[in-house]
């Protein structure tokens, strides 16, 4: 019993022997793998690399797939900076470096521009006919006796604004219209005319040309309003 004991306590010469070199191998395979899972980390971390250099993205992304490593997140798209508000020109230094412009030189400011207005008061102006409209106003009737079509303006160079007026008897009898346009620069009055248009036949669409302000006036627009006949 007591040579058991003393036998276990010192083991034989050669189980020491089998128990060093066992130790000893264990310590190379754990060293070995260690650097094989270096190696393919660092494998893996090019491979990941090279998949950031592939340019199609739906390539990348298997390739990250494939690798099981994770997706790369999109970079936020930053907001649109705000357009800077435009400036104007000054019209007093338009052409210019911020040197004075006299007055004859400087661009037209349509905005600055003040006049007395001009009233032309009533004209008589020849008549083209144009053509011919159905005759249906009447009596118990909701067409207007007369149809207004949108004014035309446009400027003779050194003389005056011309304004076109084209309308349309809708009724059964003969008539005079009488109409007033009013010449504007914006929200300004630049001047007005009474236009008298005699004798437009039934179903007969007339046109003709009225003369408005000097082109000196700036004018953008020209309303014009039926005044009679209106039933």
Same mark, same amino acid.
């Given at each position: 019993?007591?040579?058991?004991?003393?036998?276990?306590?010192?083991?034989?010469?050669?189980?020491?022997?089998?128990?060093?070199?066992?130790?000893? @191998?264990?310590?190379?395979?754990?060293?070995?793998?260690?650097?094989?899972?270096? !190696?393919?980390?660092?494998?893996?971390?090019?491979?990941?690399?090279?998949?950031?250099?592939?340019?199609?993205?739906?390539?990348?992304?298997?390739?990250?797939?494939?690798?099981?490593?994770?997706?790369?997140?999109?970079?936020?798209?930053?907001?649109?900076?705000?357009?800077?508000?435009?400036? @104007?020109?000054?019209?007093?230094?338009?052409?210019?470096?911020?040197?004075?412009?006299?007055?004859?030189?400087?661009?037209?400011?349509?905005?600055?521009?003040?006049?007395?207005?001009?009233?032309?008061?009533?004209?008589?102006?020849?008549?083209?006919?144009?053509?011919?409209?159905?005759?249906?106003?009447?009596?118990?009737?909701?067409?207007?006796? !007369?149809?207004?079509?949108?004014?035309?303006?446009?400027?003779?160079?050194? $003389?005056?604004?011309?304004?076109?007026?084209?309308?349309?008897?809708?009724?059964?009898?003969?008539? $005079?219209?009488?109409?007033?346009?009013?010449?504007?620069?914006?929200?300004?009055?630049?001047?007005?005319?009474?236009?008298?248009?005699?004798?437009?036949?039934?179903?007969?669409?007339?046109?003709?040309?009225?003369?408005?302000?000097?082109?000196? $006036?700036?004018?953008?627009?020209?309303?014009?309003? !039926?005044?009679?006949?209106?039933?």
């Amino acid at each position: 019993m007591r040579r058991a004991r003393s036998a276990i306590r010192n083991p034989a010469p050669g189980h020491r022997v089998v128990k060093v070199l066992t130790g000893r @191998l264990e310590m190379r395979i754990l060293m070995k793998t260690g650097a094989v899972l270096m !190696v393919m980390g660092a494998a893996g971390a090019a491979y990941a690399q090279n998949c950031a250099d592939i340019a199609d993205p739906a390539a990348r992304l298997t390739c990250y797939d494939r690798l099981g490593a994770p997706r790369p997140k999109a970079a936020p798209i930053p907001a649109p900076a705000p357009a800077p508000a435009p400036r @104007l020109p000054d019209p007093a230094t338009v052409g210019k470096d911020q040197v004075p412009v006299p007055p004859e030189d400087r661009a037209f400011d349509p905005g600055a521009q003040h006049v007395a207005p001009n009233n032309l008061g009533l004209v008589v102006p020849p008549l083209r006919r144009i053509g011919i409209v159905p005759v249906r106003s009447g009596p118990g009737s909701s067409v207007p006796v !007369v149809s207004l079509d949108a004014t035309s303006l446009r400027p003779v160079p050194g $003389d005056r604004w011309m304004l076109t007026l084209m309308l349309a008897n809708n009724s059964g009898r003969d008539i $005079d219209a009488r109409i007033l346009c009013t010449f504007r620069n914006g929200n300004r009055h630049v001047g007005d005319v009474a236009v008298l248009m005699r004798d437009i036949r039934p179903g007969e669409k007339v046109a003709t040309d009225v003369a408005g302000p000097p082109v000196t $006036d700036f004018v953008d627009s020209t309303p014009c309003r !039926v005044l009679s006949p209106l039933e």
